[in-house]
């Protein structure tokens, strides 16, 4: 029995400060690689270099230029949820974009664009996450 008791204390002795260390490497590892906050890829898991580009802005602003829409804005404490890297809050009103627009458009196989309130959205399809905003364009 005194073996027993022994040989347990010992391997806890060795496991403890190994544990430890392996906790002092990951701390240190998330300093090295940065805040881990709200819109870092670490977080969120998708390419931060996903964005609208500047053709697609074009002509999607000339687009609701030539055809107005009715965008009505969210109420603040809905529109507040919607953010770069966080997720498309469950249930809100969304549309698709006129198909017409949308053919114009470079085709993006993991995404879609939403209108949202008087936002255009670029969301991961996979994973819900908002990727851009595209603001004032209607």
């Known amino acids: 029995m005194r073996r027993y ?3 347990t204390v010992v391997s806890l002795a060795l496991v403890v400060p190994a544990g430890a260390a392996f906790a002092k490497n990951d701390k240190a590892n998330n300093k090295a690689g940065g805040s881990g906050g709200v ?11 996903i964005s609208f ?7 999607i602003r000339d687009y609701f230029a ?11 404490g809905i529109a507040k ?3 770069r890297g966080k997720p498309l809050p469950p249930g809100i ?3 698709y974009l006129p198909r017409d627009l949308a053919a114009r458009l470079p085709v993006r196989a993991d995404y879609e664009r939403l209108i ?5 959205l ?13 603001s004032d364009a209607f």
């Open 5 to 7: 008791f022994i040989a």
């Open 39 to 49: 819109g870092s890829e670490v977080e969120i898991g998708i390419d931060a270099s």
């Open 53 to 59: 580009g500047a053709d697609e802005t074009r002509i």
């Open 66 to 76: 030539a055809s107005p829409y009715d965008a009505k804005p969210l109420p603040p």
């Open 81 to 83: 949820n919607l953010a």
């Open 93 to 95: 009103a969304k549309r």
């Open 116 to 120: 949202v309130g008087d936002d255009i």
């Open 122 to 134: 670029l969301v991961s399809i996979a994973t819900g996450i908002i990727v851009d905003i595209l």
